[in-house]
């Protein structure tokens, strides 16, 4: 058996080339898959940043949307994308970050049928805002106002006894 026939060779030749064969074709094949994918995401990502799209046609839904105090512009774009105002938070906050936008805290009211451009306008003008923007106190300055009361209480309930 060390020796193989012409013909077992011959087979086993065209055995792996088509093998190798077929292997090339699956991975080119996957190769081209994969770039149609990133060219088809690269474009979409681009039209969402650069292009004037909305979610729906106009008038489209109306949604209040509540934005705190010192929340990233990537927490806001994540809230907008859950409320279903925009397609894609990457693209509002590289928007965002493009435009130099400063999001202003309040409570605003949205539309699907604005473009990325129209929402940052409206979030960063305070002055659109349908609610006061509330003074949110850290939990270091309750503690701190708390117990200035307790003493407070305490020094007089001291003195009442004197």
Known sequence: MAKQSATSKAVLNVLSTFIRLVLNLI???????????????AYTFTYDVFGANTMSEAPGRQVEVKILKGES???????????????????FYMKAKLLGTNIMPGT??????????????????????????????????????TQEEAGKETSGSDNASE
């Open 27 to 41: 991975f080119y094949g996957v190769v081209a898959i994969l770039l149609i994918k990133a060219g088809q995401y």
């Open 73 to 91: 512009t990537m927490s806001v774009a994540e809230k907008l994308e859950r409320n279903k105002l925009i397609n894609d938070k990457n693209a």
């Open 108 to 145: 605003f009211v949205l539309s699907d049928a604005m473009t990325y451009e129209e929402i940052l306008d409206t979030i960063s003008d305070a002055t659109l805002s349908i609610e006061p923007v509330e003074e949110e106190t850290s939990a270091a300055e309750t503690t701190k106002a």
